[in-house]
Nanobody
Framework: QVQLVESGGGLVQAGGSLRLSCAAS????????MGWYRQAPGKERELVAT???????NYADSVKGRFTISRDNAKNTVFLQMNSLKPDDTAVYYC????????????WGQGTQVTVSS
């Protein structure tokens, strides 16, 4: 089992910045991938960014150049630095962990609300 605890969401004006954090605990094995997904009201959950335990990253086109994902492997923590935020970025942001060493389901955090006002 893996537990994920997110923090850092909130309310910000358009053009502002927020930094999300997600700490993983439990049965953490490398290699693995951690990332962020988001779900806006009435929409499906979508990928924002992922990063593997060796540092390979992947971003949604809508956030490239504005968001940066990083991680601290020693602390099993992943970060999402969000700059130049837009109202369209408003959503619940979910942390995700998936082992790349074993076949199994991904794990999800409880979600943190990000609201960008215009």
């Amino acid at each position: 089992q893996v537990q994920l605890v997110e923090s850092g969401g909130g309310l910000v004006q358009a053009g502002g910045s927020l930094r999300l954090s997600c700490a993983a605990s439990g049965s953490i094995f490398s290699p693995n991938a951690m990332g962020w997904y988001r779900q806006a009201p009435g929409k499906e959950r979508e990928l924002v960014a992922t990063i593997t335990s060796v540092g390979n990253t992947n971003y949604a086109d809508s956030v490239k150049g504005r968001f940066t994902i990083s991680r601290d492997n020693a602390k099993n923590t992943v970060f999402l630095q969000m700059n130049s935020l837009k109202p369209d970025d408003t959503a619940v942001y979910y942390c995700n962990y998936k082992s790349l060493a074993f076949v199994g389901p991904p794990y999800w955090g409880q979600g943190t609300q990000v609201t960008v006002s215009s």
